[in-house]
């Protein structure tokens, strides 16, 4: 199994930015695909980004493109959230999440591992 721990969310004002960290340990991080999601207060939990295992290409869901922008670093064993012009409707707890799928899932519920979350809240 592997352990995520999200950090780096915060109080920040409509256009700011920031950075998200996800850091694991347990198993050999390259080996899982690796999920951003995202829960508002009184919503569902959303896809945000994600990036593969393989290639390293991410897919975004279309309310954060252009804005928000996943990477990771295998021999730091973290991904990271790059967060920018952010607007008061992307306030939620940030979670980050790895499966061990082949493919780069949107669907939260075929990852295997999660974090408990990083709020961000964002004003206006």
């Known amino acids: 199994q592997v352990q995520l721990v999200e950090s780096g969310g915060g109080l920040v004002q409509a256009g700011d930015s920031l950075r998200l960290s996800c850091a694991a340990s347990?198993?050999?991080?390259?080996?899982?695909?690796m999920g951003w999601f995202r829960q508002a207060p009184g919503k569902e939990r959303e896809f945000v980004g994600a990036i593969s295992r393989t290639t390293g290409s991410s897919i975004y869901a279309d309310s954060v493109k252009g804005r928000f922008t996943v990477s990771r670093d295998n021999a730091k064993n973290t991904m990271y959230l790059q967060m920018n012009s952010l607007k008061p409707e992307d306030t939620a707890v940030y979670s980050c999440?790895?499966?061990?799928?082949?493919?780069?899932?949107?669907?939260?519920?075929?990852?295997?591992?999660w974090g408990r979350g990083t709020q961000v809240t964002v004003s206006s």
């Open positions: 999440a790895a499966t061990m799928s082949q493919f780069t899932p949107r669907d939260g519920s075929l990852y295997h591992y």
């Open positions: 347990g198993r050999t991080f390259s080996i899982y695909a």
